[in-house]
């Protein structure tokens, strides 16, 4: 715990936050993992306005912070997380900004972008139908499904990063498979999209086989991130993992998916050192049997034992994006 009545500036009201300021607040149920101990303060700013404030009493206190999106691809510690944690679920507008054009929030969700964009007849984001998690989160992890990827559309947006709000233009993410420049230390806040005219009609009928495939391909019982391995090229890592006969491996009640082993399901009690350890072992096994390293898709937040993953060698972990 930061020493200091820093949170009960902000609480109080002395700075001018309007969005809502909660001290110690659990975070289990704000991600689809189900675990992780509580934020020192969780702040949902409600505009650009409240961010640069929340900025500058960051730079004053010289206080850490993260970003939470949907909290589909995360893994929070059981100690919680230190300092202060950002969620941008009120600042999730979306709205027509130009021909074939969207400006949108970063906590709108991307299940809402997709609806929006169909109702207007805007092609591109269709195969994304399904992906859980915010436009924020999917724009910092360049989100796809079958071919189409977030980046595709976007055009610009503006990115927090410590006491600057600037604009970006899509070169400078650099984008990547499951990738992009936006790490820890920056804040994607409003999105830009240029998109092409669709057939309404052919674009339901997109969206609903993309929904089909995803009920297929992830109809996993229990709380779970998605997928937690990028694929290796040339090769997915489900079938790897499987390969290796860890589909139904279970540490406590962390579990390799029977199902799709490239998840991993919490059945009711597991903790996140129980799920990095299983990562770790799924991992090392990979290697051990393949020579091929699996990369994380999933990013951790809060403070962690080093030692659960030390002998994993190969596990690098980004931060929550």
Not at 125 to 137: D, K, M, N, R, Y
Not at 291 to 303: A, D, R, T, W, Y
Request: aromatic share 6%; charged share 25%.
């Amino acid at each position: 715990m930061i020493k200091g009545d820093w949170r009960e500036e902000l609480t109080q009201g002395r700075w001018g936050i309007r969005g809502e300021c909660l001290i110690d607040e659990p975070l289990d149920g704000l991600n689809s993992w189900r675990v992780g101990g509580p934020a020192d303060l969780l702040v949902r700013p409600l505009d650009v306005e409240d961010v640069h404030t929340l900025f500058a009493f960051i730079r004053h206190h010289r206080v850490p912070w993260r970003v939470l999106g949907g909290g589909s691809n995360i893994l929070i510690a059981d100690k919680g997380v230190r300092g202060l944690v950002i969620q941008l679920s009120d600042m999730n507008r979306i709205s027509p900004s130009g021909v074939c054009q969207l400006t949108v929030g970063a906590g709108c969700p991307l299940s809402h972008l997709v609806k929006e964009a169909v109702r207007l007849g805007y092609a591109g984001f269709e195969s994304l139908a399904g992906i859980p998690g915010t436009v924020g989160g999917a724009v910092a992890g360049n989100a796809g499904a079958l071919g189409q990827q977030i980046s595709d559309c976007l055009q610009s947006a503006l990115v927090a990063e410590g006491a600057a709000v600037e604009r970006w233009e899509r070169d400078e993410f650099h984008f990547g498979y499951r990738s992009s420049a936006i790490d820890d230390k920056h804040m994607v806040l409003e999105v830009v999209f240029a998109c092409q005219r669709g057939e309404p009609k052919l674009l339901r009928e997109k969206v609903a086989a993309a929904r089909e495939h995803r009920r297929q391909a992830h109809a996993v019982k229990g709380a779970t991130a998605g997928s937690v391995f990028k694929n290796p090229p040339q090769i997915q890592a489900w079938k790897l993992i499987d390969q290796c006969g860890l589909r139904g491996k279970r540490i406590g009640d962390a579990q390799v998916s029977e199902h799709h082993t490239n998840f991993i399901v919490n059945h009711g009690s597991a903790t996140a050192d129980e799920i990095t350890q299983l990562m770790t072992l799924v991992q090392q096994t990979v290697m051990d049997q393949t020579g091929v390293c699996l990369s994380p898709e999933v990013h951790k937040m809060g403070e962690f034992d080093e030692s659960l993953s030390s002998h994993g060698k190969h596990l690098h972990w980004t931060e929550e994006k």
